[in-house]
């Protein structure tokens, strides 16, 4: 079995790759894999996805997809066929998008699409991959070298106002608590501070509560569908 994870930016792919990286060792253990590719923008994800998803839907039928693109912005798309306001307006718009391509590319009838569906789940990283960042405070303090205490911001961190996301929070910590004063870039910088974690567990619960439900949610599906657990 094979994962297919859509997701909008290169950051998003280099992050998820190294938060991943036990994971997906054991996964191939079992004979699976987790591929995670990117679509360019949030637009381009949204022109995309009901291709990309519908032909591999269709390519395995051992094989599932995960579409990840952010929650946020979503004003720009108020007067499209993407039109969504909240989580479960996104994964409407990403089923609505892959129904249609497997119904119009590939003529399967609308009892056939809701059995492929089965395979296909539409999430979200709620605001963008940096919430991660914020999820995995004691990696990120290291990484920044402050013994500043860190965690002046909404828990769940999934919460955060849309006003002030987690990649402004991130930016802002880069040049205020950094011992080298330096500028965030997600490319490089996500991805150093997420191949600290060990435990994906130890981010998803934090503070007697879960911190990500929406991500939890999309490993655990993951973890369902596989039979190997994202965290135990």
């Given at each position: 079995?094979?994962?297919?994870?859509?997701?909008?930016?290169?950051?998003?792919?280099?992050?998820?790759?190294?938060?991943?990286?036990?994971?997906?060792?054991?996964?191939?253990?079992?004979?699976?894999?987790?591929?995670?590719?990117?679509?360019?923008?949030?637009?381009?994800?949204?022109?995309?996805?009901?291709?990309?998803?519908?032909?591999?839907?269709?390519?395995?039928?051992?094989?599932?997809?995960?579409?990840?693109?952010?929650?946020?912005?979503?004003?720009?798309?108020?007067?499209?066929?993407?039109?969504?306001?909240?989580?479960?307006?996104?994964?409407?718009?990403?089923?609505?998008?892959?129904?249609?391509?497997?119904?119009?590319?590939?003529?399967?009838?609308?009892?056939?699409?809701?059995?492929?569906?089965?395979?296909?789940?539409?999430?979200?990283?709620?605001?963008?991959?940096?919430?991660?960042l914020l999820a995995a405070k004691d990696e990120l303090r290291s990484y920044l070298r402050t013994s500043d205490q860190l965690g002046s911001w909404k828990n769940p961190v999934e919460e955060q106002d849309q006003e002030r996301p987690p990649k402004y929070i991130v930016e802002e910590l880069f040049v205020t608590k950094s011992s080298?004063?330096?500028?965030?870039?997600?490319?490089?910088?996500?991805?150093?501070?997420?191949?600290?974690?060990?435990?994906?567990?130890?981010?998803?619960?934090?503070?007697?509560?879960?911190?990500?439900?929406?991500?939890?949610?999309?490993?655990?599906?993951?973890?369902?569908?596989?039979?190997?657990?994202?965290?135990?």
């Amino acid at each position: 079995m094979k994962v297919w994870v859509y997701v909008e930016g290169q950051a998003d792919r280099v992050a998820l790759e190294a938060l991943w990286e036990n994971w997906r060792k054991a996964l191939r253990s079992k004979g699976h894999g987790i591929k995670i590719v990117t679509l360019d923008n949030k637009s381009n994800f949204f022109k995309k996805i009901g291709p990309r998803v519908s032909e591999k839907l269709v390519g395995e039928a051992s094989d599932i997809v995960v579409g990840l693109p952010d929650l946020y912005p979503n004003s720009p798309y108020q007067s499209t066929k993407y039109k969504h306001s909240d989580i479960d307006e996104l994964k409407r718009v990403q089923q609505k998008e892959v129904s249609a391509a497997l119904e119009q590319t590939y003529s399967y009838s609308k009892q056939e699409v809701k059995k492929l569906l089965e395979r296909f789940l539409g999430a979200a990283l709620k605001h963008d991959l940096e919430m991660l960042l914020l999820a995995a405070k004691d990696e990120l303090r290291s990484y920044l070298r402050t013994s500043d205490q860190l965690g002046s911001w909404k828990n769940p961190v999934e919460e955060q106002d849309q006003e002030r996301p987690p990649k402004y929070i991130v930016e802002e910590l880069f040049v205020t608590k950094s011992s080298q004063k330096r500028a965030y870039r997600d490319t490089i910088h996500a991805r150093a501070v997420l191949q600290k974690v060990s435990d994906i567990k130890k981010i998803i619960f934090a503070n007697n509560q879960i911190q990500c439900p929406i991500f939890k949610s999309v490993l655990d599906w993951i973890g369902e569908k596989t039979g190997v657990p994202a965290y135990q």
